[in-house]
C-alpha cells in the first residue's frame, strides 16, 4: 500500500489511468457520438495500442456485476463489433466503457485518442489564434535577457519543428508543480500537425489512483485538469493556439488566460535552439476553420495574396510556351459556368427582362471577379466565421461651404473620429461578401479591399480604407 | 423488374454517350484554338487581310463592306493581342524574371494604385511551373522607395529577410544615413532562393526514386535468388529476407528519404532494418553534416557509405545510392549461392 510519491520534473506516462468518476473522463467520453466511441473501442483494442490502453479482463462470472468482463480480448472485440451490427443508444456503449470493461480508469493516451477523435468529429470545435514564428536577433556581445525582444528582421532563415525536440524542450518549460501529457496527431486530408497538451496541476507523476483507492484528493488533481492544443502547419513558420479548456467550471477567466501566456511564452523558447532563438507574434488571425486557416498562414502561395490577388496564387497553368491567348473571365469561352448559369435562370425568371439589366448584372459578376478572383466561394470550404474591423478614419469635415476631407489627421482639430465598429460573422464572411457584390447591392468598384479578405487579418484597425499598419498590405 | 432495369441500363449508355461527346467537344474547342493562334500569329495572315482591307475599302459601293470591315478590325485587334502575347511569352522564355504593371483594384490604394508586378519563372524537371509573383508598391509619402505588396511566394522562401535587406522604408529626413534599396539585387536574390530551393526539392526527389529504384532492383535479385530454393514469396518478402543476410548484405535499403524542413535543406533518411539518418544541405545543394543512426548508437559505416571523400555533393549520394545497391546485391547473390 505503501506506493510512493515522488515529485519529479517527467512528463507523464501515457499509461497513467484517470479515475473515471472524474469530470474529465465523463467530459470526453459523454461527448462523442455512439457510432464514434464503438470505434474508438475497437482501435484501443488494436495491436499498437493494445499496451497503452488494456481493457479488464477476467474469467469469472460476478452475478452482481452489471457489465460482466469478457475472458479474451477476441470476445471482448467481437461483442463491441456486434454493438456496432445492431441499434441502439449511446449511453449502453459510454456506460459499457467507463462501467464495464475499462472500469479502473482511462490512460491518458486514451483518453488523448478520445479527446482527438471529438475534434475529427467536429473540425471546427476549437478557435484557434494564428501566431508567426519570428526569428530572434543573436548578439553575442549583449546579456541573453537584456536583447531577447530583438526581432532579427533581416534573417533568412526559416524555422524547423523536429516534434520530439520539441516536445522535451517544452516540457522543461512547464512549471515544476503541473505535469503535463503530449499527443502527437495528424488530422486526416489536413497538412498540419497536431499536439495535445494534457496539464494537471500535481507534482506526482504516478498513477493516479483507479477504482477503490481514489482518494478526493487526487480525484482534485485530475479535475484540475486543462486541455491545449497546438498545431504547427507543415512547412511554413506559424503556429496555431487554441484556447485553454479546463475541466471543471473554477478554471476559466483570468486564470486561464494566465496559462495561456504561459504557453505562448514556453513554446518560443522550445522551438529554439543554440544559437538560433525565436520568438511568437500574433498575426491578428483568429478562426475556428483550420483548412481556411492553412490557406491563409500555410505552407502555399496563397499568405500574401488573398481576395483579388489570389488569381495569381491559384493552381491555374501558366507556361510561356502556351502561345494560346488566354481568355478573359466572364467572356464567351471562358468555363465559368456557375455563373453563366445563374444568369441564365435569372432571366428565366423575368421573361421581360431588359438588356439594360442584364448589362448590369454582368457588370456586377464581372467586378466582383475583379476583386475576389476565385476566392471566397461559398462552397470552397475556407470560411472564417468572424471578422472584427475598427474604423480609426478621421470624420469627413465641411468647412465654410466647400466640401473638403480632413487630410491631416494626425495632429490638429479636425481629426475627431467616431468609434464605429464593425463584427461580421456568418459561416462564410467573405462569400456573403461576394455575393452581395455579384448581386449589386455594394459596388464592387468602391468597396474598400478589407472586405474581400485581402489584407489576410480578421481583426483590425482600418485608417485611410486601409487596414493599420500594413500601408495597405498584408504582407 | 427487367422493364425496370432496362430504362437505367439505356439511361447510363446515354451518359456515357453524352459524357464522350461531350469530351470529343472539348478537345475539339482546343484544336480551333491552337489553328486559329497558328493562324493568326503567321506573319501573311496580317499581310493577307490587311490587302484585303483595301480592295474593300475601294469598291465601297458593295452593302456588305461596313460590317465585313468591322470584322476586318476584330479580326487585326486580335492579331495584336496575339503578336503581344506571343512577345511576353518570349520574353517570359527567355528571361527568368519578368515584370509588369498591375492596377490595385482596392479604391483605398496607395499611389493610386499603380503596382509593379515581377514574376518569376521556375523550371523543374523540364517543364515550366507556375511562376512566382511578387508585387511591389510605393506606399512611402514624398519617397519613391518601393515595398512588397503581395506575393505569392511560399514561406519556405525567406522573402522578408530579403526585402528588409534590399528593400528597407525610407529613413527619416534627418537621419544622417539614407537607406538605400536595390531591387536589382533583391530579384537576383529572391530567384537565386526560388531556383535553389526547386533545386534541392527536385534532387531530394532524385534520392527517393534512386533509393527506390535500389529497393526494387534489390528485391528482383533476391527474387531470382530464392527462385531456386523456393517458388513461392513475393516480392516483400524477398525485401525481409535480404535484410536477414548477414550485415554486409545491409540489405539496407533505404525504404524511406524525405524532406525534414520547410526549406528542404535537411533530408531525413530511413533504411529498411530500422537505421535513420539525417542529411543536411547547404544552400547548394552539398553535403554539410550527415548523421546515421543504428539502435541509438552513431553508425559511421553507413555514414562512409553514403558519403566519401570529395564527393561531397548530394548528386553523388543519389548516384552512390542507386550503385552501391547494385554491386551489393549481387555480393548477396553470391555469398547465398556459396551457402547454399
Known amino acids: 500500500m505503501s506506493r510512493l510519491s515522488v515529485p519529479t520534473s517527467g ?40 499496451a497503452l490502453c488494456a481493457p479488464l479482463l477476467q474469467d469469472y462470472d460476478d452475478p452482481n456485476d452489471f457489465y460482466p468482463p469478457v475472458s479474451s480480448l477476441a470476445k471482448l472485440r467481437e461483442l463491441y463489433r456486434d454493438m456496432e451490427t445492431r441499434k441502439g443508444s449511446k449511453k449502453e456503449v459510454s456506460d459499457r466503457i467507463l462501467e464495464g470493461d475499462w472500469r479502473h480508469g482511462l490512460s491518458l493516451y486514451q483518453l488523448a485518442m478520445a479527446d482527438v477523435r471529438y475534434l475529427h468529429e467536429h473540425p471546427t470545435w476549437q478557435k484557434w489564434m494564428v501566431y508567426r514564428i519570428l526569428p530572434l536577433a543573436i548578439n553575442p556581445d549583449l546579456d541573453t535577457e537584456a536583447d531577447a525582444s530583438e526581432v532579427d528582421h533581416e534573417s ?22 503541473t505535469k503535463a501529457h503530449y499527443h502527437l496527431h495528424r488530422l486526416p486530408e489536413l497538412r498540419l500537425l497536431l499536439i495535445r497538451v494534457f496539464l494537471i496541476d500535481t507534482p506526482y507523476s504516478n498513477n493516479l489512483p483507479s477504482g477503490n483507492g481514489s482518494s478526493s484528493a487526487d480525484a482534485t488533481h485530475a479535475d484540475t485538469s486543462r486541455t491545449l492544443y497546438i498545431v504547427f502547419p507543415d512547412g511554413a513558420p506559424f503556429v496555431y493556439i487554441s484556447k485553454i479548456q479546463g475541466a471543471s467550471a473554477s478554471s476559466g477567466g483570468a486564470d486561464s488566460k494566465l496559462f495561456r501566456n504561459l504557453v505562448t511564452d514556453s513554446i518560443p523558447k522550445a522551438l529554439s535552439r543554440p544559437r538560433e532563438r525565436y520568438t511568437l507574434k500574433y498575426t491578428n488571425i483568429q478562426g475556428k476553420n483550420l483548412q481556411a486557416l492553412l490557406s491563409m498562414k500555410g505552407a502555399g502561395r496563397g499568405n500574401a495574396a488573398d481576395g483579388g490577388w489570389s ?13 494560346l491567348l488566354p481568355t478573359p473571365p466572364l467572356s464567351e469561352d471562358s468555363s465559368d459556368d456557375v455563373i453563366l448559369e445563374n444568369l441564365k435562370r435569372g432571366t428565366k425568371r423575368k421573361s421581360h427582362i431588359d438588356v439594360a439589366e442584364e448589362q448590369c448584372i454582368r457588370k456586377a459578376r464581372r467586378s466582383a471577379q475583379a476583386r475576389f478572383g476565385n476566392s471566397a466561394r461559398p462552397e470552397d470550404g475556407r470560411g472564417v466565421e468572424r471578422v472584427d474591423i475598427s474604423m480609426r478614419d478621421p470624420f469627413k469635415t465641411r468647412r465654410a461651404g466647400e466640401r473638403q476631407i480632413a487630410e491631416h489627421d494626425t495632429e490638429g482639430l479636425s481629426s475627431w473620429a467616431p468609434e464605429v465598429k464593425l463584427t461580421f460573422r456568418g459561416p462564410h464572411v467573405f462569400a456573403g461578401m461576394r455575393l452581395l457584390v455579384e448581386n449589386g447591392i455594394i459596388n464592387g468598384q468602391r468597396m474598400p479591399g478589407w472586405l474581400t479578405g485581402e489584407e489576410g487579418v480578421t481583426v483590425g484597425e482600418v485608417r485611410h480604407g486601409r487596414v493599420q499598419g500594413h500601408y495597405g498590405s498584408g504582407f | 423488374m427487367t422493364s425496370e432495369a432496362e430504362p437505367n441500363e439505356i439511361g447510363q449508355e446515354l451518359d456515357y454517350e453524352i459524357e464522350d461527346l461531350q469530351s470529343q467537344i472539348a478537345t475539339l474547342k482546343r484544336h480551333l484554338k491552337i489553328h486559329a493562334t497558328t493562324i493568326l500569329s503567321a506573319d501573311s495572315t496580317r499581310q493577307l487581310l490587311l490587302r484585303h482591307r483595301e480592295t474593300l475599302e475601294e469598291d465601297s459601293l458593295f452593302v456588305s463592306s461596313e460590317t465585313s470591315s468591322a470584322v476586318h478590325d476584330k479580326v487585326l485587334s486580335r492579331i495584336d493581342a496575339q503578336h503581344a502575347h506571343d512577345q511576353q511569352c518570349l520574353y517570359r522564355t527567355g528571361a527568368a524574371v519578368t515584370t509588369f504593371k498591375v492596377r490595385d483594384p482596392d479604391p483605398n490604394a496607395v499611389d493610386n494604385g499603380s503596382v509593379l508586378g515581377l514574376r518569376f519563372e521556375v523550371m523543374s524537371k523540364t517543364r515550366f511551373l507556375r511562376p512566382y509573383y511578387v508585387m511591389l508598391n510605393r506606399p512611402y509619402p514624398e519617397s519613391r522607395h518601393l515595398r512588397v505588396h503581395r506575393h ?30 536595390d531591387l536589382l539585387r533583391f530579384v537576383r536574390h529572391v530567384r537565386r532562393e526560388i531556383v535553389r530551393y526547386h533545386n534541392r526539392a527536385a534532387v531530394i526527389g532524385d534520392l527517393a526514386e534512386a533509393a527506390a529504384a535500389a529497393a526494387a532492383r534489390g528485391a528482383a535479385g533476391g527474387d531470382e535468388e530464392r527462385g531456386r530454393e523456393r517458388r513461392e514469396g513475393d516480392e516483400e518478402e524477398g525485401d525481409e529476407e535480404g535484410e536477414g543476410e548477414g550485415e554486409e548484405a545491409g540489405a539496407g535499403t533505404l525504404v524511406d528519404v524525405r524532406a525534414a524542413d520547410p526549406q528542404a535543406k535537411q533530408v531525413s533518411l530511413a533504411w529498411a532494418d530500422g537505421r535513420t539518418g539525417r542529411l543536411v544541405m547547404d544552400d547548394d545543394g552539398g553535403v554539410d553534416k550527415v548523421v546515421v543512426f543504428r539502435y541509438d548508437e552513431q553508425d559511421g559505416e553507413t555514414r562512409r557509405e553514403l558519403v566519401t571523400g570529395e564527393d561531397r555533393r548530394l548528386e553523388d549520394v543519389v548516384r552512390r545510392v542507386g550503385w552501391s545497391t547494385k554491386t551489393r546485391t549481387r555480393t548477396t547473390s553470391r555469398q547465398s549461392r556459396a551457402a547454399s
Not at chain 1, 533568412?156 to 508543480?177: A, G, Y
Not at chain 2, 528593400?167 to 534599396?181: I, M, N, V
Open chain 1, 11 to 50: 512528463r507523464l506516462s501515457p499509461t497513467v489511468r484517470i479515475s473515471n468518476s472524474t469530470v474529465v473522463v465523463q467530459k470526453v467520453i459523454n461527448r462523442l457520438s455512439r457510432q464514434a466511441l464503438l470505434s474508438l473501442a475497437l482501435d484501443w483494442m488494436d495491436e499498437p495500442n493494445r
Open chain 1, 156 to 177: 533568412l532563415s526559416v524555422s524547423r519543428l523536429h516534434p520530439s525536440s520539441f516536445l522535451k524542450n517544452l516540457q522543461s518549460q512547464v512549471l515544476p508543480d
Open chain 1, 311 to 323: 488569381m495569381y496564387a491559384d493552381k491555374r497553368k501558366e507556361s510561356p510556351l502556351d502561345t
Open chain 2, 152 to 181: 505569392t511566394v511560399p514561406p519556405c522562401i525567406p522573402l522578408p529577410g530579403l526585402a528588409a535587406r534590399y528593400l528597407p522604408a525610407p529613413s527619416p529626413p534627418d537621419a544622417t544615413h539614407q537607406a538605400k534599396q
